[in-house]
Nanobody, 122 residues
Framework: QVQVVESGGGLVQAGGSLKLSCAAS????????MGWFRQAPGKERDFVAA????????YNAESVKGRFTISRDNAKGTVYLQMNSLKPEDTAVYYC???????????????WGQGTQVTVSS
C-alpha cells in the first residue's frame, strides 16, 4: 500500500521559516509529480506548489511565489517545501500528494498524506 507521510509542521512567528518534508512510497518515485496543497479551517483545499517527476519543472501559487520553494530528492523518495517569510494567512493543514501529472489541480493526485499543521502567529 502506498504511503505518503508529511512532517515538519509546527508553530512559528510571522516572518519565520519552516521546511516541510514528505516521504512517499510510490515507485518509481521519479515518475510521479508531487504537489503541496493546504486547507485552512472553513476553506477549500488550495494548491500551493508542484514539481515534476524529474524535478526540472516547478510551479507555485501566486500567494507563495518568492517565499516558498518546492524541491525533491528522488534517491530518497522525498519532496520538500521550504517556507520563508511566513504570514498568518499561511496557517493551514499542509498536504502532500503524488500523481501521474504535473498539475495544479488536486484531482489527478491519487495518493495523499494525512497532512501536517502549520500555524503562523502574528
Amino acid at each position: 500500500q502506498v504511503q505518503v507521510v508529511e512532517s515538519g509542521g509546527g508553530l512559528v512567528q510571522a516572518g519565520g521559516s519552516l521546511k516541510l518534508s514528505c516521504a512517499a512510497s510510490v515507485r518509481p518515485f521519479s515518475m510521479y509529480a508531487m504537489g503541496w496543497f493546504r486547507q485552512a479551517p472553513g476553506k477549500e483545499r488550495d494548491f500551493v506548489a508542484a514539481i515534476s517527476g524529474s524535478g526540472g519543472s516547478t510551479y507555485n501559487a501566486e500567494s507563495v511565489k518568492g517565499r516558498f520553494t518546492i524541491s525533491r530528492d528522488n534517491a530518497k523518495g522525498t519532496v520538500y517545501l521550504q517556507m520563508n517569510s511566513l504570514k498568518p494567512e499561511d496557517t493551514a493543514v499542509y498536504y502532500c500528494a503524488a500523481g501521474p501529472s504535473f498539475t495544479t489541480n488536486y484531482a489527478p493526485y491519487h495518493h495523499w498524506g494525512q497532512g501536517t499543521q502549520v500555524t503562523v502567529s502574528s
